[in-house]
């Protein structure tokens, strides 16, 4: 098979994203999936919102890119032809420590880079989304939405029309390091790279720690989504959610960009 460049373990949408990025140069790059095709997981199953970058710790890596990426999403949708709208997002409270919540978080949302975020009193909550129950919001302006799975393929469609190697039912089993070169072991044969891009998703943990002393692990979280009808589409026009709590986000409702409303997790 010859040896790689870069090989990308995972084609969900960070590893496809990635390997699109890594075409604008002079390199043998290939991905390496398990899966029969991209977007089989993670990246498959989830909502589909595209963030504003205000929930995010202020001076981290994850802040700046989610910004970074809510900036650049309509560029890159006129260039890949996937759809997106920025629909808007509102994020709901309904005590007086949730004001204060919504408050620090619009703060740290601007020191983030993100734009186009306000308070909205009841009022104009409801005026906005009349669907929503609360007594005030935050509305960010720039949140939108996306097919998750035409976006990842968008993304590995184009990598692959540049040159990638996909190489899919692929499962990674170990690794070698030898003379400068990776030997990544598989189900399906040996493969040899100069550099190795971990992009396993919810399984990243289990890749490193094959190959490092610092141990890490990932516990995922499941649930649910129910996607509506398009009888419902015009349900909501913009993405709802609750003040997030210590267990995450909460339950979100939010139209999608084929007209139905999904609800969940």
């Known amino acids: 098979m010859g040896r ?15 390997a699109r990025e890594l075409t604008r140069y002079q390199l043998r790059i290939g991905v390496l999936e398990k899966n029969l095709d991209v977007c089989y997981e993670t990246s498959g199953r989830n909502s589909g919102v595209v963030h504003g970058g205000f929930a995010y710790d202020v001076g981290t890596l994850k802040a700046k890119l989610c910004v970074e990426g809510n900036q650049g999403m309509d560029e890159l949708s006129r260039e890949l032809g996937f759809v997106f709208k920025r629909c808007g997002k509102v994020l709901v409270g ?41 007594e005030f ?44 070169f990776w030997t990544i072991h598989t189900n399906h044969g040996d493969f040899e790279s100069r550099y190795v891009i971990n992009a396993a998703g ?52 939010s139209p999608t960009v084929h007209g139905n409303t999904i609800v969940g997790p």
Request: with cysteine.
């Open 94 to 134: 309904k005590t007086p420590e949730d004001l204060e919540t919504l408050k620090r978080t619009i703060v740290q949302g601007e020191k983030n880079g993100a734009t186009k975020l306000r308070l909205l009193n009841k009022e104009e909550l409801h005026e906005l989304v009349p669907t929503a129950v609360g």
């Open 137 to 180: 919001a935050m509305f960010s302006e720039n949140s939108g939405i996306v097919d998750p799975f035409n976006y990842t393929i968008a993304l590995a469609e184009n990598a692959f029309d540049n040159g990638v190697e996909f190489q899919f039912n692929t499962e990674v089993t170990g690794f070698t390091w030898e003379d400068g």
């Open 4 to 18: 790689f460049d870069v090989l990308i373990i995972g084609g969900g949408v960070v590893g496809s994203a990635i």
């Open 202 to 253: 919810v399984y990243a943990d289990v890749l490193h720690n094959m190959v490092s002393t610092r141990k890490l692990h990932i516990t995922p979280r499941r649930g649910d989504y129910c996607l509506l009808d398009k009888n419902t589409g015009d349900f909501v026009s913009h993405t709802i959610f609750q003040l997030p709590g210590k267990l995450g986000k909460g339950v979100l409702v």
